[in-house]
Every structure is written in C-alpha cells, then in structure tokens.
C-alpha cells in the first residue's frame, strides 16, 4: 500500500474533509468526538451532521514497525494518540 504524502494530525491544524481523505483521519476523529461518520451520495456526516472541515483536538504520531515487510503498524491501525505514548526509545551509539 502506498500512502503518498500523508498529513499527520496536530493539535489546532484543520483539515478540509471530502470523500477521498476521510478515512484517514476517521478513528482519529471518531475518537475525539465521540461520534460516527456516515455518508449518503453528497455528504460527509459526523454525528448526524454535515461535515466539510475539522479541526484537531490533540497530537498524533504516525508509528513504523522495524520490519517494514512483515509490522503491524499504523498503517493497520492508524495514528496514535499522543496521550497513548508511555516511553521513547532511544539509540545507542
């Protein structure tokens, strides 16, 4: 799968939502609103009501396994909050 320049979620930025992008960035805002997208064959809804643009609660981070062919990564579930990271990983030189 190739996601081609992927836009990762910060806090305050908005985003301008259609049919080809939505799903991306779906559990990051179901998640922070606590509401569920649905569509019909003009419009994007978010609870029930019309959306177009969103604006983002929080940070995210976008995670990349060390086995590029064989991780199970955001690009299976997504991105992550950054309320949800408890470590970092350093290096040693």
């Avoid at 569509?39 to 604006?55: F, K, T, V």
Wanted: charged share 20%; no cysteine.
């Amino acid at each position: 799968m190739n996601f081609g320049p992927l836009y990762v979620p910060r806090k305050g930025d908005k985003i301008k939502l259609g049919r080809d992008n939505y799903g991306i960035y779906q559990l990051v805002i179901e998640h922070e609103t606590g509401k569920m997208f649905s569509e019909d064959n003009e419009y994007l809804y978010l609870g029930g009501d019309i959306i177009s643009e969103y604006a983002f609660k929080g940070n995210y981070y976008f995670v990349a396994g060390d086995n590029v062919s064989n991780s199970i990564d955001s690009r299976q579930f997504g991105f992550i909050p950054e309320a949800h990271i408890i470590g970092v990983v350093g290096w040693i030189l």
